[in-house]
């Protein structure tokens, strides 16, 4: 079998899980309909995704990676996966049952509804392998019955109504799971590790070295890599903990310093600018009195 599988369209996932196609944009997956298969010879797979996926995954197990990491997958996990992203599963060569549902539908199934203009605030499509969110009993059920109604629409004899109910389902369905995750933010061990203070550790270890002067201005990207974490729920986590978003998080601190600084007769505002990894001293001085309410020179002669 090969080692490399595309889905690019609705059916394609269809044909390999045993489902009928109902609507060529969208269908709903009950894993336990699907033949029994394996992925072939052990080694890893990659698969290709064109179409949207959410996977609800019901048993435990750990095979499938998005990067570097494994899904860390319990009884009731949400993975979602956007397309042009590529999820890999370690097969060990084994044939097996596959257990869960899904839900995928094509991009194009959603022009025309206002779930087009809203799909950017659902961040989580963009979250890593280790970021999956885990469901409660009670949450697991609220997916599943999401599912069904999507999964009755299609079953029933298409009319002008359908893809307005199907398209306001699937964003209630993420309007939930963006709950879920504000409910995991606070309670799940991996997200309570002082990620925060190691934010501001790797904040301040940044500007005590010649990074700024090398690098230029800390990145969001920068510290979400160093935290292992994705660039979305890195952002998304900070919001939550502070109530600014990581790029505010990072040019408050960059005013504080620059405050510090501004007060050292010895140094010019260009100095200063250049210090904290401004490329050009008039977008420091910019930021500066957008925070500040003056420019540095006005700050620095009281």
Same mark, same amino acid.
């Given at each position: 079998?090969?080692?490399?599988?595309?889905?690019?369209?609705?059916?394609? @996932?269809?044909?390999?899980?045993?489902? /009928?196609?109902?609507?060529?944009?969208?269908?709903?997956?009950?894993?336990?309909?699907?033949?029994?298969?394996?992925?072939?010879?052990?080694?890893?797979?990659?698969?290709?995704?064109?179409?949207?996926?959410?996977?609800?995954? $019901? =048993?435990?197990?750990?095979?499938?990676?998005?990067?570097?990491?494994?899904?860390? @997958?319990?009884?009731?996990?949400?993975?979602?996966?956007?397309?042009? $992203?590529?999820?890999?599963?370690?097969?060990?060569?084994?044939?097996?049952?596959?257990?869960?549902?899904?839900? &995928? +539908?094509?991009?194009?199934? *959603? =022009?025309?509804?206002?779930? #087009?203009?809203?799909?950017?605030?659902?961040?989580?499509?963009?979250?890593?392998?280790? /970021? #999956? %969110?885990?469901?409660?009993?009670?949450?697991?059920?609220?997916?599943?019955?999401?599912?069904?109604?999507? !999964?009755?629409? *299609? $079953?029933?004899?298409?009319?002008?109504?359908?893809?307005?109910?199907?398209?306001?389902?699937?964003?209630?369905? *993420?309007?939930?799971?963006?709950?879920?995750?504000?409910?995991?933010?606070?309670?799940?061990?991996?997200?309570? %590790?002082?990620?925060?203070?190691?934010?501001?550790?790797?904040?301040?270890?940044?500007? #005590?070295?010649?990074?700024?002067?090398?690098?230029?201005?800390?990145? =969001?990207?920068?510290?979400?890599?160093? *935290?292992?974490?994705?660039?979305? @729920?890195?952002?998304?986590?900070?919001?939550? /903990?502070?109530?600014?978003?990581? !790029?505010?998080?990072? !040019?408050?601190?960059?005013?504080?310093?620059?405050?510090?600084?501004? +007060?050292?007769?010895?140094?010019? =505002?260009?100095?200063?600018?250049?210090?904290?990894?401004?490329?050009?001293?008039?977008?420091?001085?910019?930021?500066?009195?957008?925070? &500040?309410?003056?420019?540095?020179?006005?700050?620095?002669?009281?």
């Amino acid at each position: 079998m090969s080692r490399i599988h595309r889905f690019d369209y609705v059916s394609d @996932y269809n044909d390999l899980n045993n489902h /009928e196609t109902l609507h060529p944009l969208i269908s709903v997956i009950d894993f336990s309909r699907a033949n029994p298969r394996s992925w072939g010879e052990e080694g890893t797979v990659r698969l290709h995704f064109g179409i949207y996926a959410i996977f609800l995954k $019901q =048993v435990k197990c750990g095979d499938l990676k998005y990067g570097r990491n494994y899904y860390d @997958y319990q009884e009731g996990t949400l993975v979602f996966v956007a397309p042009g $992203q590529v999820v890999d599963i370690e097969s060990d060569g084994e044939v097996y049952q596959p257990s869960g549902h899904a839900l &995928v +539908f094509h991009p194009d199934f *959603l =022009v025309g509804t206002p779930l #087009a203009a809203n799909m950017s605030r659902y961040s989580f499509f963009g979250y890593r392998s280790h /970021e #999956a %969110l885990h469901l409660s009993k009670r949450e697991r059920g609220i997916v599943l019955d999401c599912l069904a109604k999507i !999964q009755y629409e *299609l $079953q029933q004899n298409v009319d002008k109504h359908s893809k307005k109910l199907i398209a306001s389902t699937i964003d209630l369905f *993420l309007g939930y799971s963006e709950r879920f995750y504000d409910r995991q933010f606070i309670t799940r061990d991996t997200v309570k %590790l002082g990620i925060l203070e190691k934010f501001e550790g790797l904040l301040n270890d940044y500007y #005590a070295t010649d990074k700024p002067r090398e690098f230029g201005l800390p990145t =969001v990207a920068y510290f979400a890599e160093e *935290l292992h974490l994705s660039a979305n @729920y890195f952002g998304d986590l900070i919001k939550k /903990e502070t109530g600014k978003t990581a !790029q505010e998080y990072i !040019q408050g601190k960059i005013i504080d310093l620059a405050k510090i600084k501004a +007060f050292n007769p010895d140094k010019s =505002v260009s100095e200063i600018a250049y210090e904290l990894g401004f490329k050009y001293p008039q977008h420091f001085s910019r930021l500066f009195k957008q925070h &500040v309410g003056q420019t540095p020179s006005a700050y620095r002669a009281g």
